[in-house]
Nanobody
Framework: QVQLVESGGGLVQAGGSLRLSCAASGSTFSINAVGWFRQAPGKQRELVAA???????NYADSVKGRFTISRDTAKNMVYLQMDSLKVEDTAVYYC?????????????WGQGTQVTVSS
């Protein structure tokens, strides 16, 4: 199993920056891919950014050029650098890890961290 704990959320003005962190523990050797998702009030959870073990990244169109996902494997950390924040980026942000052990694939989620962008 993998445990994920997010941090770094908060209140920021539009145009500002935040860096979210996700600390992974447990069977981190089995992590195949990591990602950041977000869920705004009344909306479905959506993918923000994903990073595979091979370094392939994938971003939602709404954050391309503004957000950057990265990973420090040695520290078991995943980051989301968010620049040029907009009011519409306000949401609870979740870290997700996909693990593969043999033929079994599992997803693990953190508890989320609130990001609020004010105008």
């Amino acid at each position: 199993q993998v445990q994920l704990v997010e941090s770094g959320g908060g209140l920021v003005q539009a145009g500002g920056s935040l860096r979210l962190s996700c600390a992974a523990s447990g069977s981190t050797f089995s992590i195949n891919a990591v990602g950041w998702f977000r869920q705004a009030p009344g909306k479905q959870r959506e993918l923000v950014a994903a990073l595979s073990m091979h370094g392939t990244t994938n971003y939602a169109d709404s954050v391309k050029g503004r957000f950057t996902i990265s990973r420090d494997t040695a520290k078991n950390m995943v980051y989301l650098q968010m620049d040029s924040l907009k009011v519409e980026d306000t949401a609870v942000y979740y870290c997700k890890a996909e693990t593969i052990v043999g033929q079994r694939v599992d997803d693990y989620w953190g508890q989320g961290t609130q990001v609020t962008v004010s105008s």
